[in-house]
């Protein structure tokens, strides 16, 4: 798998790139500053050096390069004067248009979901979010083999693969073709493994951590699990989903996961590409969503994750908000207001821990509210059932009545259907 950008990382560090902007007349200009300070910043993490910005406001966008003639010669100008190798669009462009402008301009263009798939393709480490990176990448790449693609190196095994009359870039798209379905037959390989290992946690309270890239996500999960995962200061450090059991009071625990951070306009390609890793969020009890309370669009990022959220049909799981970095930030007037629009959120700061005492009462308040406790009746020699109960839930006490073994158990509701299926005879007790 390798980035979308040409040579090693020590010459990637020397593109020098224009980041250009365009929006629709009366759209705020304050937002599409806001919008090329993070297209800057994913730039950096790229290892391409910014060396200009261009914006341009349009009643309607041009069909074949996004931007009108005039601008594009504006454009072609700025990167001469800047001596810029590259030009980065904040946005999707269709291919063609991604053509256009590179005729135009005589230089690579790259749009935002081109990036976005470099940085996730530098930052892969594990064998799962490799595949899902190359997949997301070949399926991206696919319908831009015409702008001049250079064909895929010849692989072990490929000789013989041409047929007669059929062109090269023909040749290209049957192997890309080719290499997708591969990619997507090994996908579903490490899925079944990740259902084994579900099963094998099923029962226990499932807590995951979601939220804008570079909320600090990592670092509260580093906090609670006392794990030591990469926690750095740039976009998608995480692309693994990791998950620990985290210990409460007493016998109490359950397990915190960390995901991939969203960010706006995610790839399509990608959400589909890394659903298995996104299958943790939408198996969880409770999400906690992290905010970065520091950012002054911390709202517009809120908004973005719940988009992201319903994309992936995880909407309807509960959420506790919490606002991150407030060592960053000490303002109790936003923070009372937040309470108000976001009743029973949580503040805290990952790096000084302040607040983190209470995140970790709010999770003990929320395993709790998912358990019920029961009275089992286990009769003689039902060994098994006692067993199963046992594995399912907390055991408070016990008594013996007729023979007959009365346990009293705390259990997840959800799990209440598996006494049933199991012929255990219980009662529901008033908590």
């Not at 800057?40 to 391409?48: E, K, P, V």
């Not at 706006?264 to 970065?292: C, N, Q």
Request: with cysteine; proline share 3%.
């Amino acid at each position: 798998m390798k980035s979308f950008f040409d040579g090693t990382p020590k010459k990637k560090a020397l593109q020098r790139a224009v980041v250009a902007g365009v929006r629709k007349k009366g759209d705020y200009a304050a937002v599409q500053d806001r919008y090329l300070d993070e297209i800057i910043s994913l730039c950096r993490t790229a290892g391409a050096e910014v060396v200009g910005r261009f914006t341009q406001a349009v009643d309607r966008f041009n069909p074949a390069t996004l931007i009108g003639s005039g601008k594009v010669e504006e454009l072609a100008a700025l990167v001469k004067e800047r001596g810029a190798n590259l030009v980065i669009f904040d946005t999707s462009l269709s291919p063609s248009q991604q053509m256009n402008l590179e005729k135009r301009l005589k230089l690579q263009v790259v749009d935002r979901p081109g990036i976005i798939l470099d940085i996730f393709a530098l930052h892969a480490r594990t064998r799962e979010s490799r595949v899902q990176v190359e997949l997301a990448q070949f399926e991206y790449l696919l319908p831009r083999l015409a702008r001049g693609w250079k064909h895929l190196e010849r692989q072990e095994g490929s000789i013989g693969t041409r047929g007669p009359g059929e062109t090269q870039l023909e040749t290209d798209r049957r192997l890309i073709r080719l290499r997708i379905s591969e990619l997507k037959k090994k996908l579903k390989r490490i899925e079944s493994e990740r259902m084994i290992q579900r099963k094998m946690r099923k029962g226990l309270f499932k807590v995951c951590l979601v939220g804008y890239t570079n909320t600090g996500k990592s670092s509260i999960f580093n906090f609670l699990t006392g794990e030591n995962i990469t926690a750095a200061n740039y976009l998608f450090a995480t692309l693994d989903s990791t998950t620990r059991r985290l210990k409460l009071s007493g016998k109490n625990e359950l397990l915190v996961s960390d995901t991939v951070g969203f960010i706006r306009k995610l790839p399509v390609s990608l959400v589909a590409s890394f659903k298995s890793t996104l299958y943790e969020v939408s198996g969880a009890d409770l999400l906690i969503h992290v905010i970065d309370i520091s950012e002054s669009d911390f709202d517009d990022r809120i908004a973005t994750v719940n988009g992201v959220l319903r994309e992936i049909k995880c909407d309807r799981i509960p959420v506790l908000h919490v606002f991150n970095k407030i060592d960053k930030l000490n303002d109790p007037d936003l923070f009372r207001s937040l309470l108000g629009q976001y009743p029973g959120s949580r503040f805290a700061s990952a790096v000084t821990g302040e607040g983190m005492a209470r995140l970790v009462e709010t999770l003990e308040y929320y395993l709790d509210k998912s358990r019920a406790t029961v009275m089992a009746s286990i009769p003689p020699r039902d060994g098994d059932k006692l067993s199963l109960l046992s594995s399912l839930g907390q055991l408070i006490d016990s008594e013996t009545d007729n023979g007959i073994l009365k346990v009293k158990v705390k259990i997840p509701v959800n799990r209440l259907g598996k006494l049933e299926s199991k012929g255990i005879d219980f009662i529901r007790l008033k908590d």
